[in-house]
Structure formats: C-alpha cells, structure tokens
Antibody
Framework: QVQLVESGGGVVQPGRSLRLSCAAS????????MHWVRQAPGKGLEWVTF????????YYADSVKGRFTISRDNSKNTLYLQMNSLRAEDTAVYYC?????????????WGQGTLVTVSS | EIVLTQSPGTLSLSPGERATLSCRAS???????LAWYQQKPGQAPRLLIY???ARATGIPDRFSGSGSGTDFTLSISRLEPEDFAVYYC?????????FGQGTNLEIK
C-alpha cells in the first residue's frame, strides 16, 4: 500500500535551517509529482511547493520562495524540503503528499506530518 | 494567485441532514481543477473529490461535487456521525495551488 513517512522536524531557532525528508513506498515514486503542504497550529492548510515526477520543474508559494527548496532522489524514493532562513511563521506541521496521477495535481495520499517549531 | 473563499465558516447540522458547502474562486479555475478534502483532528487530510466532481477511491457516494468556473459545491446527502470534520477546497490548475480557509462541519 502507498506510504509516505515524513521525518526531520523539530525545534529550530529563527534564521537557521532544517531539512525534511519524505520516504515513499508502495508505488512507483518516479512516476508521480509530489507536494509539501503545511498547517500552522490551529490553522488551515497552506500549499507550500510542488515538484514534477522527474524533478525538472518546481513551484513555490510566495511565502517560501527563495528560502525553501524542494528536491527528490528517485533512486532512493525520497522527497526533500530544504528550509533556510526560518521564521516563526514557518512553525507548522509539514505534510508530503502525492499527486493523484501525472499532471492531475490533486493530493491523494498524505503522510502523517512532521512538526517544525521555529522558536528562540 | 487564485483566492478561494469557502462558506459558511461553520455549518451546524444533525446526522441524517444534507450539507452544502461552497467554494468561490477569485478567477476561473482551469478545467475544473478543483478538489475537496476532509480533515479530522490530529489526522492528515483525505481527498474526497477532484476534477470538481470525481469521487476519489473509496469515497462513499453520499459525497458529491459540482460546479465550474468560479463557483463550486460539495454536497453530503445524508450526514453520518463520521462526516463531522473540517472541509477544504483547493485548486490545482496553476501554481500556486491554494487552499480555501476551510468549513467546519459540526454536530448541531
């Protein structure tokens, strides 16, 4: 069955960096585009970034553009989110999610999320 | 950027009743690339509807989606106790793939 498992969250000081990982299994990872979505405590969902199945194109929300970088290693079935210059407002649960099929970017499988807390 | 506005913010209904949730876009959504998700406390969201009206795998037929252009609706024909949750719409036609702010469907 499809599984997405995030890791790498934790407490980090403002201005520092953190890298999240999402390990995928149960499907052909290299055939699907992947998203990161976040949810601040008690708030709604915020789409963060998307990467094509082959990694050739990437899109970002304005709130993270220039600070966050999405990448993937299809040989390791793993998605990454490099987060630099972190701010308090980046505090959230970060979910990785799969697009339902190539070029149809609804998110059909989600991980359980990893909590990132930005605080001094 | 397409802004999605969901209404109402909170909907109070009883089991067995029909729920109608609205999602309005600030500009036309390309090819009805509009999805609906359900989220329960402490859980990841679950995809219900994509392409404005196609049910995702395993979603009961009491859930239905409709609409096009800028106005979309999620309907739940007969509410079951497990349907009380927060619902989000999202467009995915062009980046950024924004979400609406959510509708909290609560038990009356």
């Amino acid at each position: 069955q499809v599984q997405l498992v995030e890791s790498g969250g934790g407490v980090v000081q403002p201005g520092r960096s953190l890298r999240l990982s999402c390990a995928a299994s149960g499907f052909t990872f290299s055939s699907y585009g992947m998203h990161w979505v976040r949810q601040a405590p008690g708030k709604g969902l915020e789409w963060v970034t998307f990467i094509w199945s082959d990694g050739s194109n990437k899109y970002y929300a304005d709130s993270v553009k220039g600070r966050f970088t999405i990448s993937r290693d299809n040989s390791k079935n793993t998605l990454y989110l490099q987060m630099n210059s972190l701010r308090a407002e980046d505090t959230a649960v970060y979910y990785c999610a799969r697009e339902i099929q190539n070029y149809v970017r609804a998110l059909d499988y989600w991980g359980q999320g990893t909590l990132v807390t930005v605080s001094s | 950027e397409i802004v999605l506005t969901q209404s109402p913010g909170t909907l109070s209904l009883s089991p067995g009743e029909r729920a109608t949730l609205s999602c309005r876009a600030s500009q036309s959504v390309t090819s009805s690339y509009l999805a609906w998700y359900q989220q329960k406390p402490g859980q990841a969201p679950r995809l219900l509807i994509y392409g404005a009206s196609a049910r995702a795998t395993g979603i009961p037929d009491r859930f239905s989606g409709s609409g096009s252009g800028t106005d979309f609706t999620l309907s739940i024909s007969r509410l079951e106790p497990e349907d009380f949750a927060v619902y989000y719409c999202q467009h995915y036609g062009s980046s950024p793939y924004t979400f609406g702010q959510g509708t909290n469907l609560e038990i009356k």
